[in-house]
């Protein structure tokens, strides 16, 4: 590890070098958007001229812009924001306890979802989250593993990297520069191997329930019968809102496996309740979360929950000098205090810190709103989602016969464009974000923001995404007195806006018989 790479998240000289953050004023908030892109890889980077990542999400709030894009990521809000520089401004005293600042961003994330005694372990994004399980289950398990991941091209593009034990960039959070693909130092020779799970047909069909928890039950028995112990993931929801396997059958499998197999939930899109994911630690599972997904925090804030009985066999545990390049001392517990002696790790990640100080803040929020008007809420959108794709005769659902039926609430909706061409998607995708893709109509020149397309059966769906800020702003104007429909009003008008522009996108493109979107005034 570069001493540079050090410097940059932090640790010793992070109050010297950026104390200035105490200035009021641009400067200040210039030090602010720099930390809160820091301690991450290539992904959270910003372009140096439009000051944005990869995912066009800026530095800073954009209100003006329209955010239906949580299950990729969004901008910061105001009201994280506004957490994250009065968290900035503490922690740049002199004499500020980082130790205890981070201790208390544990305590908030398990009073929230946990149960007493449950570790929390921060990690730079989802990926890094999955290297956290992986060092977990292989000091629990001790011996050749299988990792069973679900849908990976589901999840994230690193994922299957990453369940080996492999680089998954070619930039680490530590490191500016690591060899994809490669193995971390210290796991070089460890027998891991990854097994998947699918949750859909070659052609993009969802599979049956009874059929996923069938096939995970058979993967892991292939596992153990093969002398290697087995790291079962359970997808909560993915990037097209589906999962698998059930909980039920986890809790099998979990039992017949007894010391040679681990469940761990990937709860990344944090779209299921909390007391969800509390159930789930008590049934002894890992659980995976991100405040940037369905919350709304900054990209990428990411943790591993640790159930108590399991935390406390890891007391002993020693971190490989390979995530050296992916974690600081203070992203891990405390009473981890012997897990570092392998390497030098860094200090601290301040930057992944804020990040959750601003994730924090709409959690908290959210939180505080009652679970019935939470579930109306989400109905509502689910309701206006359906309805403007109906009306809208270029645009469908990907699994649509689900969809149109109505039935449960939804926050992730998958779309198709135009029969699902993956040209035309990026294209479409890239033009929303565009203010003069529509020169014909000034108020379609709003930027608006979904889902990147991800690619099911040859066909590719961007997602209309529903998200904790949009709700938490619901619960306000229904605290000022408004009633339901009239708090949901500026998010209906919100999303009539964005399929429409969608739509006069996809004729454009359509009407061309391709990727093209010159405007024709």
Known sequence: MTEAAKRISAGSGFTRALGAGRNAGAEGQSQLDMMLVSGGDERIWPDPVTRRNRYDTPTAPAPDELWFSSSTASAVTKRGYYAARAAFDAISQPGADLAGWFDKIRARIASLFGEPGVAVVLTASGTEAELAALAVAKALLRRPLANIVVAPEETGSGVALASIGAHFAATAAFEPNVDKGARLTGWEKDDVVMRRLDIREISGRPRAAAEIDR????????????????????????????????????????????????????????????????????SGFLVMITGSKFAGGPPFCGA????????????????????????????????????????DFAPANLGLGLRWEAALAEIEAFAAIPARLRDEMAAMFSECARRGVAGNPELDFLDAENWRLGGKPATIFPILTNQGDPAQARLIYEALRAPDAVSTDAELARVCHVGQPVLIGGRAALRLCFGMPQANAMAARVAQGADLDAAFRPLRRDMELLLRKWGVLARRVGGLGGPSLAASN
């Not at 017949?256 to 681990?262: F, I, W």
């Not at 203070?330 to 390497?343: G, H, I, K, T, V």
């Open 215 to 282: 096939a995970a039950g058979l993967a892991v028995a292939d596992a153990l019968r093969t002398g290697r112990a087995a790291l079962l993931h359970l997808l909560d929801c993915s990037k097209t809102g589906r999962g698998g396997p059930s909980r039920a059958a986890a809790r099998e499998i979990l039992a017949s496996g007894g010391e040679r197999a681990l469940v761990v939930v990937d709860a990344c899109q944090l779209r299921c309740s909390f007391e969800q994911i509390k159930a789930d630690l008590a």
């Open 304 to 343: 591993l929950l640790i159930p108590a009985e399991r935390a406390r066999r890891l007391r002993d545990l020693r971190l490989t000098p390979g995530l050296a390049a992916y974690a600081a001392r203070l992203d891990w517990p405390q009473f981890f205090c012997r897990a570092f002696e392998e390497a």
